[in-house]
């Protein structure tokens, strides 16, 4: 069944905002993430005939976002941008928008940021996204024990940077 306009409309209304959002926590850059997202709709839209619906929509557009942000983080685009930012910008000053919100809410995104991809990965999909630990595994085509061991080293990451705030997240280990 091929989609029309009207439904990739709506497809785009119900996942856009969630899917920037995850594309951001990979890339740490909105321009980059509205950017992987559109492309991802663009992809999905062309090769439509390829999407099979034995799966959720949902997973199967994180997926492409995830793909999309993990190829623009090996490009040469990204290092570029990566060198002109330590060159001429010591203070450079990230345009968050709505993605993020404040006070501790942006202390706590700011800190999972800052974490390694592997564990910032698993974090996100397992408290913002809510997906279980074998879905997580699965998504990442990873073994569960590895989800699991990278969850756990995010949030003794996070501990220290976020000691003075009561994150139920790290309250509750």
Excluded: C
Excluded at 99 to 114: F, G, H, K, S
């Amino acid at each position: 069944m091929l989609l029309g306009i009207n439904e990739l409309e709506e497809i785009m209304e119900r996942h856009t905002e969630r899917l920037i959002r995850l594309a951001f926590y990979y890339v740490r850059d909105l321009q980059s993430a509205e950017d992987i997202v559109q492309d991802v709709f663009i992809k999905f839209y062309d090769n439509q005939h390829n999407y099979e619906e034995r799966g959720e929509l949902k997973a199967y557009l994180s997926k492409l976002v995830i793909n999309k942000s993990k190829d623009y983080l090996r490009s040469w685009t990204y290092r570029k941008i990566q060198v002109q930012q330590k060159i001429f910008a010591k203070k450079a000053i990230i345009r968050r928008d709505m993605l993020v919100q404040q006070d501790e809410q942006t202390l706590i995104e700011n800190a999972i940021l800052e974490l390694p991809l592997k564990q910032r990965e698993v974090i996100i999909h397992f408290y913002f996204e809510e997906m279980s630990v074998v879905d997580i595994a699965e998504l990442l085509r990873i073994p569960v024990s590895t989800v699991k061991t990278r969850l756990r080293r995010g949030r003794e990451l996070l501990k220290p940077k976020l000691q003075h705030i009561e994150w139920e997240v790290l309250l509750h280990e």
